[in-house]
């Protein structure tokens, strides 16, 4: 990147909750050439992961991006974080799911932002909060120094689930409209790329090209359709253990249960037309019409 000054947005809260400590970014260490994936949640995080492991590793199948690139405000991370990301020679890859102005930002590092529509991301928690194990409720809710209340157990109906989510602005986890309005506030910053999960899904390889050029990462031509392979729903489903958050321990059914279909619209069948209204006319109110257009459809960037 040209040497070119940056004004980045200041940090201006803590956010902590159970599964969350904004302030380890406090005086995080960045490196010139770190590269962050941002989301909500359920929104292709991992998926980026693997997108970005593969570039960073020219379609290497062994990498196991999980091991590698840690959620690293997730307030439940080993005490030795720090020390694994101190020892990384490779060109480092962090995840974070916190809005903008609660997060440290470096004007060096590159920030990949995913966007997806809320109807799809509370279908896809639901599926992982369903599905969470002991091991995850232990981990959350007794792990010391959690701040606010404990997370409980999901509610069995999906539709109910996703009206209280809509309702409570993205309970039982964080503040879904916080969270896509700072990254949209800051999108055309030249460190910072926004993404849409619909278009990774129908384009992948013209996706993933356009991450390889923005992050400066120069791949043979013949390295490609490894690279592809490794960043399918399908591989990645068959190497679960590779990719998903602790091999998928903490989850029923194991990683193959934490990558499930990556498909988007399955509450075009339960959702009521009053339901889609009420969540078409929220996003708008929240974030204006370009942005909860783009977050609709992947289109108007």
């Not at 069948?269 to 977050?295: I, S």
């Amino acid at each position: 990147m040209p040497d070119t000054v940056i004004e980045l947005p200041r940090k201006t809260r803590e956010l902590q909750n159970h599964h969350m400590d904004s302030t380890v970014w406090n005086d995080f260490p960045f490196r010139d050439d770190d590269v962050i994936i941002a989301t909500y949640a359920k929104s292709g995080t991992t998926w980026t992961q693997q997108i970005v492991g593969q570039l960073v590793f020219k379609g290497d199948p062994d990498v196991e991006v999980h091991a590698i690139s840690p959620w690293l405000d997730l307030r439940v991370m080993p005490p030795d974080t720090g020390a694994l990301l101190e020892a990384q020679t490779h060109r480092r890859i962090i995840k974070t799911h916190l809005p903008v102005d609660a997060l440290k930002m470096s004007p060096k590092a590159k920030y990949i932002y995913i966007g997806r529509d809320g109807r799809d991301v509370v279908w896809s928690f639901h599926h992982h909060h369903a599905n969470a194990n002991a091991l995850w409720y232990q981990l959350l809710n007794e792990t010391p120094g959690l701040v606010g209340p404990p997370i409980g157990p999901p509610d069995p109906d999906v539709r109910r689930y996703f009206l209280t989510w809509l309702e409570r602005d993205g309970y039982p986890i964080w503040s879904y409209w916080d969270n896509i309005s700072t990254w949209w506030a800051i999108r055309d910053l030249p460190n910072v790329k926004l993404t849409h999960f619909a278009n990774l899904k129908a384009d992948l390889e013209g996706e993933m090209r356009a991450i390889a050029e923005f992050l400066e990462i120069d791949i043979p031509e013949g390295r490609w359709p490894a690279i592809l392979e490794h960043c399918s729903f399908e591989w990645m489903k068959a190497h679960a253990g590779k990719v998903a958050p602790l091999g998928g321990a903490i989850f029923d059914g194991g990683g193959e249960t934490f990558i499930n279909k990556g498909v988007n619209g399955r509450w075009r069948d339960v959702l009521t037309e009053g339901d889609n209204r009420l969540y078409e006319q929220t996003a708008v109110e929240k974030l204006g019409p370009e942005c909860a257009h783009w977050l609709a459809t992947g289109q108007g960037l």
